[in-house]
């Protein structure tokens, strides 16, 4: 997972609580996205962002909200944690633009529990 | 919702065997199609992409794409052990880098 880095790796909260998973480059990339995956039902965009100061809904955008002050971190916020949160959340980049292909490289991934 | 459609296995094949990925996708202005690898408890890593109608191949792997039946399928000759994880089916449509995803194929390599 070079050049993406989340963290926390682990994290248990009691519902209600408030968290920030951060995701930071260190690739110069424009777009970077969070996903949550969960058994049975693959990784889904929660947000994207196409570049600094933007960011755009995905598929489960509820309950989460994001941050894109500079080109370097994208983070997630969770203000009022739901125990359907509970997933492993990824963070990832759109990289390898050069090679004639706009791939999508991921941080090691978020494990949040929610109690 | 524009889907992307795996079947989730169990797939096993012995050691050496070769072992066929199959994927679907519902929109047909999709673009660009990705093959991940993931092993248990780690995060998806990209195996190869596939563009146009036809086979790719690399190394062991090779990809086929079929957009009149909007097909993608990924193969892997003298499967390893070590192939053992679950693949992931990614599509790109034509707006944006984002990717939908495939629920994913386990597959089991059994020596």
């Known amino acids: 997972n070079a050049g993406v880095t989340q963290t926390p790796k682990f994290q248990v909260l009691k519902t209600g609580q408030s968290m920030t998973l951060q995701c930071a480059q260190d690739?110069?990339?424009?777009?970077m996205y969070w996903y949550r995956q969960d058994p049975g039902m693959g990784l889904r965009l929660i947000y994207y962002?196409?570049?600094?100061?933007?960011?755009d809904k995905g598929e489960v955008p509820n309950g989460y909200n994001v941050s894109r002050l500079n080109k370097r971190e994208f983070s997630l916020r969770l203000e009022s944690a739901a125990p359907s949160q509970t997933s492993v959340y990824f963070c990832?980049?759109?990289?390898?633009?050069?090679?004639?292909?706009?791939?999508?490289?991921f941080g090691a991934g978020s494990r949040l529990t929610v109690l | 919702q524009k889907e992307v459609e795996q079947n989730s296995g169990p797939l096993s094949v012995p050691e050496g065997a070769i072992a066929s990925l199959n994927c679907t996708y519902s929109?047909?202005?999709?673009?660009?199609f990705f093959w991940y690898r993931q092993y248990s408890g780690k995060s998806p890593e990209l195996i190869m992409f596939?563009?146009?109608?036809g086979d790719k191949e690399d190394g062991r792997f090779t990809a086929q794409l079929n957009k009149a039946s909007q097909y993608v399928s990924l193969l892997i000759r003298d499967s390893q052990p070590s192939d053992s994880a679950t693949y992931l089916c990614?599509?790109?449509?034509?707006?944006?880098?984002?990717?939908?995803f495939g629920k994913g194929t386990s597959l089991l390599v059994t020596p």
């Open positions: 962002s196409a570049s600094e100061g933007t960011t």
């Open positions: 690739m110069n990339h424009n777009s």
């Open positions: 990614a599509v790109r449509g034509n707006s944006g880098y984002a990717l939908n």
């Open positions: 990832a980049l759109t990289t390898g633009a050069n090679s004639g292909a706009n791939v999508l490289t």
């Open positions: 596939i563009y146009s109608n």
């Open positions: 929109d047909r202005g999709s673009q660009s």
